[in-house]
């Protein structure tokens, strides 16, 4: 099994340096749109499409309240969230 990704380089918003910044981007042969995620809880959880898009959307509008605020969300054992803007703006005032 192979793992598709492909690489971006990009410039540091600090120094201008495009040589040491690479992001890494997972890709995928499938992609699901909010739809068929739905769905998917839906199926997998032995729910309504209707529960399954509003917890859908309260889990998602904590995220946003949570970011908007200036923190860092990180979930255990899926990955942190936090908003690249408020993140370099307060190095910036350091």
Request: overall charge negative; hydrophobic content about 40%.
């Amino acid at each position: 099994m192979s793992i598709l990704y492909k690489t971006t380089r990009f410039a540091d918003t600090f120094t201008g340096d495009k040589e040491t910044n690479v992001r890494v981007q997972l890709l995928s042969w499938d992609t699901l749109d909010t739809k068929a995620f739905v769905e998917y809880l839906a199926d997998k959880n032995n729910i309504t499409k209707g529960d399954a898009y509003r917890n859908l959307s309260m889990i998602l509008e904590g995220i946003e309240a949570i970011l908007k605020d200036g923190n860092i969300l990180n979930l255990d054992d899926f990955g942190s969230f936090f908003s690249e803007w408020q993140f370099l703006r307060r190095q910036r005032t350091r």
